[in-house]
């Protein structure tokens, strides 16, 4: 079955320290593969993308993302964590319908200790 | 350039009643996406609009419907509200220039609860 798996619920760093989060998607071709931020009673922002080329994407607010076709993974990292990147992180699929659609992972929810 | 914005953001309604969702997407932008996230179920596909039309709709009952006008602004409406309904409800806009793949820009939400 088609879908996005982002298997850790909760992840506490200290602030600092490095930080990835996971993502592995489960579709018959590449996909366009996204990754956003949600601040609690706040809307979805666009951290970065993937849609072909350089594995590895930059993305703002420090944020770089690699492509892996081989393990269908789309990890999230940021080499130094800062309080303010408290938040729950979604990593998305465009399934490339010819359509605009996204699938979301579950999220992952960062917790940021001092 | 002024971002996608919903109105309203708050809205408590009782079961059984309707409800209509306004979203208005960014200047130039054509496709307007719906998505339900609830902490049960995640964030959930309702239904894309583009050029007034709906172009894929995500696997949700006949009660919700939506509709886009020519300026793409866009509305949802649920009727017959149930208790599951309660939901942030966001609304996302892209350029589409492309069929699929363009960066969606979301509103921050409307928080609809049903009591």
């Known amino acids: 079955a088609q879908s996005v798996t982002q298997p850790d619920i909760h992840i506490t760093v200290s602030e600092g320290a490095s930080l990835e989060l996971r993502c592995n998607y489960s579709y018959g071709a590449t996909p366009y593969l996204f990754w956003y931020v949600q601040s609690p009673g706040q809307g979805l922002q666009l951290l970065l993308k993937y849609f072909s080329g350089d594995t590895l994407v930059q993305g703002i607010k420090g944020f770089e993302a690699e492509f892996k076709r081989s393990q269908s993974s789309f990890n999230l990292r940021k080499p130094s964590v800062h309080w303010s990147d408290a938040a729950e992180y979604f990593c998305a699929v465009d399934p490339n319908t010819g359509f605009q659609k996204l699938v979301f992972g579950t999220g992952t929810r960062l917790l940021v200790s001092p | 350039k002024a971002g996608v914005t919903q109105t309203p953001r708050y809205l408590i309604k009782t079961r059984g009643q309707q409800v209509t969702l306004s979203c208005s997407p960014i200047s130039g932008h054509r496709s307007v996406s719906w998505y339900q996230q609830t902490p049960g179920q995640g964030l959930q596909f309702l239904f894309e609009y583009f050029s007034e039309t709906q172009r894929n709709k995500g696997n949700f009952p006949g009660r919700f419907s939506g509709r886009q006008f020519s300026n793409s602004r866009s509305e949802m409406n649920v009727s017959t509200l149930e208790l599951g309904d309660s939901a942030l409800y966001l609304c996302?806009?892209?350029?589409?220039?492309?069929?699929?793949?363009?960066?969606?820009?979301f509103g921050p939400g409307t928080r609809l609860t049903v009591t």
């Open positions: 996302a806009s892209s350029l589409a220039l492309t069929g699929s793949g363009d960066e969606q820009y």
